[in-house]
């Protein structure tokens, strides 16, 4: 099987400000959209985000690495979005991880490099 493209879709109540929300804290860049779907790249990977979301807290799965977590943190509730779990210090090590929502439920991770080369 060829695979053209690998996307990730999540819902959107309001697409428009779901795109807004992914564009300005995230740096992404509106590739197609049209009343049905808006397709977002990010750092080399396509967001689609699909209208018709009734705005519920919805796990995604979709994980964004950042150098400072907690910076990211600050960011994202600056951008509209909310967090779940607060960025705290593990191990002794700075805080690698925090939990997060966007403006329409979507949840989403932040997470830090934790050692080794980087990928």
Not at 81 to 93: F, Q, V
Request: proline residues 6%; neutral net charge; contains cysteine.
């Amino acid at each position: 099987m060829q695979v053209e493209r690998v996307k990730y879709v999540v819902w959107a109540a309001d697409m428009d400000r779901a795109v807004r929300f992914y564009c300005g804290l995230f740096g992404g860049r509106v590739v197609r959209q049209n009343s049905a779907i808006a397709e977002v790249e990010i750092s080399g990977s396509t967001l689609g985000i699909h209208s018709g979301g009734e705005g519920k807290r919805t796990w995604t799965g979709l994980a964004f690495q950042v150098p400072d977590v907690v910076a990211g943190a600050r960011e994202v509730v600056a951008a509209g979005g909310t967090l779940e779990r607060e960025p705290e210090p593990e191990d002794g090590e700075p805080p690698h991880l925090a939990m997060c929502r966007d403006p329409e439920g979507n949840t989403f991770m932040l997470t830090r490099r934790r050692g080794g080369p980087a990928r």
